[in-house]
């Protein structure tokens, strides 16, 4: 019984969810419809929980909007969620965040998570920045030649 449960259940799950986390700061696409047109809705705010697993998956996300609070509750493999883009990383101690209900103003605010380079990026930076300078001493090599030459 709850292998059959668990086939219908990865069938209407989203092949790749997005990948985000308590205390992100969150764009969050929602497909509307209005009559009979559709139209892409934007809610961005700050991820303050997420809840349960597989297709029942569901987050809550926190904005103040004219200086009144407002959260949505989204399940995460919704069709009428479109995307889900990060804005900013978190940096949080908790995984709930409910304690932002009773804070305002620069309180409220979530330390941004600084996010050190990967090895990978860092080769490569390196790598460009010796191209750079194998460049540079091409060109005051031939800069000298024209000089001596005149």
Request: avoid cysteine; proline fraction near 3%.
């Amino acid at each position: 019984m709850n292998n059959i449960i668990k086939a219908i259940e990865t069938e209407y799950m989203k092949k790749e969810p997005p990948k985000f986390d308590i205390g992100d700061t969150v764009k969050v696409w929602v497909k509307v419809v209005e009559g009979n047109r559709e139209r892409l809705q934007a809610f961005e705010g700050t991820v303050i929980a997420k809840r349960n697993g597989s297709v029942r998956e569901s987050f809550t996300v926190r904005r103040v909007s004219f200086g009144v609070g407002i959260e949505r509750i989204f399940p995460l493999h919704s069709p009428r969620i479109d995307r889900v883009e990060v804005m900013r990383r978190g940096r949080v101690r908790r995984a709930k965040l409910y304690y932002l209900r009773n804070l305002s103003g620069k309180a409220a605010k979530v330390d941004e998570k600084i996010v050190v380079a990967k090895p990978s990026d860092k080769a490569e930076k390196k790598a460009a920045k010796a191209e750079k300078k194998v460049a540079k001493s091409e060109v005051k090599a031939t800069a000298a030649s024209k000089v001596t030459k005149a």
